[in-house]
């Protein structure tokens, strides 16, 4: 079972939000106040409401949960209208089997799809309907408690507020202490036997700190130890007094640390999340990003987007680091009470606030090389390989940037994370590119998926115009230097391109330097302009079809 849309309305700030899809993550996005935050919060509810209304006691308790007063809008309260409610629809999607065993519980057949009403009026009371039409829906709306009952056995959900303190942390950690220690309540000798109790508990808590320590470490890499205790060991009930220590260079406990190593705690967990026995599980977190630094965040967004994985995840943010670059539609823009599918990476721009210049404005992906001349070659390159990719740099989805060297590397990919683009590397295989690709992997702000380096078969490192056919430029560089690359200096694989042109300008008496270097280059790359389709040497490089792949997978 999953979840697979909801609908609010009239919640708050929210006037409509109908039908919002849910993948395995979805993104709501907007400026401050605009009712991000309040899309979530109406999900926790409804999903709260959901699983109290199992039992009388719970549906009293459900009262607590919404005060018509302040949650349903104010500019309606005083309209004419006869029904003044905020109403909530999660709509479920069940698998063949879990249909199958629905029908067999409760006599009816579903077509795969279990959409749940959520509605409080003034009077603060939940009312819960399946939104079913047709004959037995009658008859399927008064075992709306078993049912509720039902899909709260089948899925699992935790919400994750912004404001983080040291008690979401610990509930977190409680929580899964209670989850991990509760397999030994069946335990014969748990239950003939207290005094072996915290032996058999030992490893395990054990092996939960090392987990969390792990999980930790990721993001405050100076973490040395990790320990959780509790005052009782023996009451079940009594593991609420979890207490846990971090030592960071301070051996402290959470309650005294600052709200970013509390955001980082509790966020971190969600690696380590319990899910049921169905495998489902949802998970909404609200503004991610609060209080950390930068690099935090590009871990914390990598994690996030791996336990969509294992579990839908719902945030909401309106930092542009966590945007769904990849997939436009699984962003949701929130505005003026209104949500809505994004369409494009233009609109997700304009509603974060985010200024790019007129040539990266429509720019989905931004294909990041060393200089200018590799950027003139590879756009030539690119539009003869590729009709798609031809038409994205024409009309700018498309932009190839150059950075100037590899030094500017991890600059040029914050801007690109800042801008909302997806970045794609290409750039040469020689040492200072290699650590350049290391130090940006190690700051999370690019994987394993987003770069190539230029390499040529029998080459440890090469250069970009190792992979040019020398009969390209040839003529032209004899035609301005006097000089013919065409000689056995230039087949040598040990060395890369410029210094073995480098030797062949200083065997025939010319000067060589930085400007004569780029001259060259701008040659070739004329020249590739001039003869696009002969220009890649395809007995030597075999990365530029898998350039164009990556690339055309992203547009």
Known sequence: MKLVSFTVNNYRSITSANKIAVSDITILVGKNNEGKSNLLRAINLSMTALRLYQDPIGIRRSRILYDWNSDYPVSLQKSNRKKKESEFTLEFELTSEEVLEF?????????????????????????????????????????????????????EFNYIPAVRTEDDALREIRRQVMRELTSLENDKRYKDAVQTISSLQEPIMEGLEQVVKATLSNFLPNISDVSISFENRITMERYRDVSIRINDGQDTDIQNKGDGVKSLVTLALLNNIHINDSGMSVVAIEEPEAHLHPEAINRLRDTIYSLSGKSQVIISTHNPLFVNREQVDKNIIVEDGVAKQANNIRDIRNVLGVKVSDNLYDAEVMLLVEGETDAISLKAILSEKSKKLKTAISTHRLSIM???????????????????????????????????????LDQHLINDKNYILCTCDGM???????????????????????????????????????????????????????????????????????????????????????????????L
């Open 103 to 155: 029908k067999n519980r409760y006599n009816h057949q579903l077509n795969g799809y279990l959409p749940i009403r959520i509605s409080f009026g003034q009077d603060n009371r939940p009312e819960l309907k399946v939104v079913k039409n047709g004959k037995g829906s009658k008859e399927l709306n008064q075992k709306s408690r078993y049912i509720c009952r039902y899909i709260a056995q089948n899925i």
């Open 402 to 440: 150059p950075m100037g060297g590899t030094g500017g590397l991890s600059y040029y990919l914050t801007m690109t994370n800042q801008l909302i683009g997806q970045a794609v590397v290409f750039i040469d295989s020689d040492e200072a590119a290699k650590q350049a690709i290391k130090k940006a």
């Open 460 to 554: 440890k490192k090469a250069e970009f115009e190792d992979s040019v056919t020398i009969n390209i430029y040839r003529q032209a560089v004899i035609d301005k230097y006097s000089v013919d690359l065409n000689t056995g200096k230039m087949r040598n694989k040990s060395k890369i391109w410029s210094d073995k042109v480098q030797e062949v300008f200083n065997d025939c008496g010319k000067l060589w330097n930085e400007d004569v270097e780029n001259e060259i280059k701008y040659v070739v790359a004329s020249c590739i302009c001039k003869n696009v389709k002969n220009a890649i040497d395809e007995t030597k490089c075999h990365v530029i079809d898998s350039l164009v792949s990556i690339i055309e997978a992203k």
